[in-house]
């Protein structure tokens, strides 16, 4: 992966089923990173640790853009969005879309609007 992908995935590191690289290129997970299944991220993103090594968790059902940042022992909620280029340093709840630096939400879903499987 880090030879022709330019991506290093920590060997821990563990996703569910459903588990796709946009575009490898650049992408960096840390080996404590744990992930639900349907996680799709684009190139450029970062899910590490902190200072004192802990690490996200992911749900399930999440997309996330080109360059985004996300960091520490923080939880990311089943369907969140989380945008291009954002540094994400806080608990995302479900079905939210977070922007910016630092992220903050900015759209909140219904589980019936773009829910589980849709990329809306």
Do not use: M, W
Request: proline letters at 5%; aromatic letters at 2%.
């Amino acid at each position: 992966n880090s030879v022709y992908g330019n991506c290093i995935i920590g060997r821990g590191t563990d996703f569910g089923p459903g588990f796709v690289l946009i575009h490898s290129d650049g992408v960096v997970i840390n080996g404590k990173v744990k992930g639900g299944s349907s996680i799709r991220l684009q190139h450029q993103v970062t899910i590490g640790a902190n200072e004192q090594g802990e690490c996200p968790v992911l749900g399930s059902d999440i997309i996330i853009g080109a360059g985004a940042k996300i960091i520490g022992p923080i939880t990311i909620g089943d369907g969140a969005r989380i945008g291009a280029n954002a540094v994400v340093v806080h608990d995302v709840a479900p079905n939210t879309t977070v922007v910016g630096i630092p992220a903050r939400p900015v759209k909140r879903r219904d589980r019936g609007e773009g829910g589980s499987g849709s990329t809306a």
